[in-house]
T-cell receptor, first 111, second 112 residues
Framework: SQTIHQWPATLVQPVGSPLSLECTVEGTSNPNLYWYRQAAGRGLQLLFYSVGIGQISSEVPQNLSASRPQDRQFILSSKKLLLSDSGFYLC??????????FGPGTRLTVT | GQQVMQIPQYQHVQEGEDFTTYCNSSTTLSNIQWYKQRPGGHPVFLIQ?????EVKKQKRLTFQFGEAKKNSSLHITATQTTDVGTYFCAETFTGGGNKLTFGTGTQLKVEL
């Protein structure tokens, strides 16, 4: 069966510090991968998606970036965090035109 | 860009009452998916609707896709405390990447 992992679960970082969030998927090959951000009590905003290794599409211009160094690994990064980067970051995967499966998420607080 | 609006934003019901959330789009939807997010949790896929006028049921949940494929609804009969959470509809973008555009969500609270 397929599983998706995200870490860390929670993170508190000062403004201006770097960020690296990792997501890995097991049990499937060549998945579509997604990064979403959810502000408290709000909906899901798609940040990045990837249809293959090294292929990244950005949905929202910002100080975040994403990379996909391996088929089932998706990384979200920032060189310098802003207060507005606080939120709940969710990774998800899908195959073809089907439903998306979400990881447990990372709660990021920028102080 | 695509806009998918959901109403209501919040709903408080007494256990046993029915609940409905509506999803509306200004454009024709290719298909629609519904997700549930429990408090503190991550979204979990419930169902996908593809055909005009389609109706699907999962126990106490009834999902409907409008005839014009511009709206959808989720109806819960006789709510239970386990139904608490936020319900999102999401439109699939049939271009590259199987992207989803999520609705604004309806937060459901069920009181005993």
């Amino acid at each position: 069966s397929q599983t998706i992992h995200q870490w860390p679960a929670t993170l508190v970082q000062p403004v201006g510090s770097p960020l690296s969030l990792e997501c890995t998927v097991e049990g499937t090959s060549n998945p579509n991968l997604y990064w979403y951000r959810q502000a408290a009590g709000r909906g899901l905003q798609l940040l990045f998606y990837s249809v293959g290794i090294g292929q990244i599409s950005s949905e929202v211009p910002q100080n975040l970036s994403a990379s996909r160094p391996q088929d089932r690994q998706f990384i979200l990064s920032s060189k310098k965090l802003l207060l507005s980067d606080s939120g709940f970051y969710l990774c998800a995967w899908s195959v073809s035109y089907s439903e998306q499966y979400f990881g447990p998420g990372t709660r990021l607080t920028v102080t | 860009g695509q806009q998918v609006m959901q109403i209501p934003q919040y709903q408080h019901v007494q256990e046993g009452e029915d609940f409905t959330t509506y999803c509306n789009s200004s454009t024709t939807l290719s298909n629609i998916q519904w997700y549930k997010q429990r408090p503190g949790g991550h979204p979990v896929f419930l169902i996908q609707l593809v055909k005009s006028g389609e109706v699907k049921k999962q126990k106490r949940l009834t999902f409907q896709f409008g005839e014009a494929k511009k709206n959808s609804s989720l109806h819960i009969t006789a709510t239970q405390t386990t139904d608490v959470g936020t319900y999102f509809c999401a439109e699939t973008f049939t271009g590259g990447g199987n992207k989803l555009t999520f609705g604004t969500g309806t937060q459901l609270k069920v009181e005993l």
